[in-house]
């Protein structure tokens, strides 16, 4: 008996030797393993032999199909381990080290303008400031003497959030904790404060295209003594040529925010139709695009600074509207679109 159960293990070990899939495995399994399979048929002779034989057979038996699973198991495994080793060789070579084969990414026009507006104010001496895009009504309003139901509010409308807090609706927000975390340079020190805050501003506003519900501006404040709007001119036409690299026309107009006394209009002229009028600049040759003015007493006061000793300027530049300007987007909305088709024709030109 132990010779047909040995036999029966070498046979099953020359198969498996010639066996290279898994169908052909699983066909041999079936054929020693199945319910009608070479080991369990040998089971069908046992009904001749003695008990004493049964038993012994019967282990024996036991034990192939024990030993078959397992060679069988075994197979199956080296059949896989060869087919990874296979699908690996077939890769094409993969150098960590090579640079990505992927087309560049592009700045956003507005990021480029903001940084050749902040690489200009830096070499003037001016700080270049973060702020917060979620701020308090104090911030936004309050500290700028714009007091609750205060009509210049409603050309300001913004998104609120259920604790009172808002998206800020004007870099001015910043305004206030910037004058309180330099006062005291300028009170001991005689340090003037001189800062830029670009940053993202939101109005609920119906979008054309010269306006988006979401843009960006860049404020900037002086303050020091004997601050005039002499100082005030210079840094305005410093960065408008340095921008552009050209002559640009501009003109100043008056113009009635509650934080400046006087407050300017400092429009420049439409450069998308050369001042002949067109959508981008509402027909009227001319655009909007950096109001400023004389910082007004009562802010000043709300940051810590004395306005009977000091005085100061501030501006709140339209980065998105100088970035259309700069690159001709004749309609503002492009700017937020996400299209890379026409973004990625920006490059940084530095
Ligand atoms: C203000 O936001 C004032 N905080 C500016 C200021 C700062 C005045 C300091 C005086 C002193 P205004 O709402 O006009 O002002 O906006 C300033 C500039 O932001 C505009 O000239 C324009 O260029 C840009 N701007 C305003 N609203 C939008 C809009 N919806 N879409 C795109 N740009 C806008």
């Known amino acids: 008996m132990a010779e047909q159960t040995m036999k029966l293990k070498q046979e099953l070990t020359e198969k498996l030797k010639s066996v290279s899939d898994a169908i052909q495995l699983d066909q041999v399994r079936v ?38 699973a397992e060679m069988i198991a075994n197979k199956g495994e080296e059949l896989k381990n060869a087919e990874i080793l296979k699908e690996i060789n077939s890769m094409p070579e993969f150098d960590v080290s090579s640079p990505a084969k992927l087309d560049r990414g592009s700045y956003h026009p ?50 609120y959030l259920e604790n009172g807090q808002l998206l800020k609706s004007q870099t001015s927000a910043a305004q206030n904790a910037i004058y309180k975390k330099y006062k005291d340079a300028l009170i001991n020190d005689g340090v003037p404060i001189k800062a830029i805050f670009p940053g993202r501003c939101f109005r609920n506003e119906a979008t054309d295209a010269c306006h988006e519900n979401t843009f960006f501006q860049m404020e900037g404040v002086m303050v020091d003594k004997n601050i005039s709007i002499s100082n005030l001119i210079f840094f305005m036409k410093t960065m408008l040529s340095e921008v552009f690299q050209k002559d640009i ?73 100088l970035a259309m300007m700069k690159y001709g987007v004749k309609d503002i909305r492009d700017l937020n679109s996400g299209s890379l088709r026409s973004l990625s024709q920006f490059t940084d030109d530095e």
């Open 31 to 68: 054929e020693y393993l199945g319910k009608n399979g070479l080991i369990t048929g040998l089971l069908k002779g046992m009904k001749d032999l003695s008990i004493e034989e049964k038993k012994t057979f019967g282990q024996e038996v036991n034990e192939l199909k024990n030993e078959a």
């Open 110 to 159: 507005i990021t480029l303008v903001q940084r050749q507006c902040e690489k200009i104010f830096k070499s003037m001496g001016f700080t270049v400031e973060d702020y917060s895009e979620v701020v308090s009504d104090y911030e936004c309003f309050e500290s700028l003497n714009i007091p609750k139901h205060h009509p210049a509010r409603d050309m300001q409308d913004t998104y």
């Open 249 to 321: 026309k501009v003109r100043l107009r008056p113009g009635f925010f509650p934080f400046v006394e006087p407050g300017f209009e400092l429009d420049i002229s439409c450069l998308i139709c050369g001042g002949d009028g067109c959508p981008s600049c509402k027909h009227s040759g001319w655009l909007e695009l950096c109001p400023c003015g004389m910082i007004h007493p009562e802010v000043l006061k709300a940051g810590g600074i004395d306005p009977e000793e000091y005085t100061g300027f501030a501006f709140g530049l339209g980065l998105t509207r």
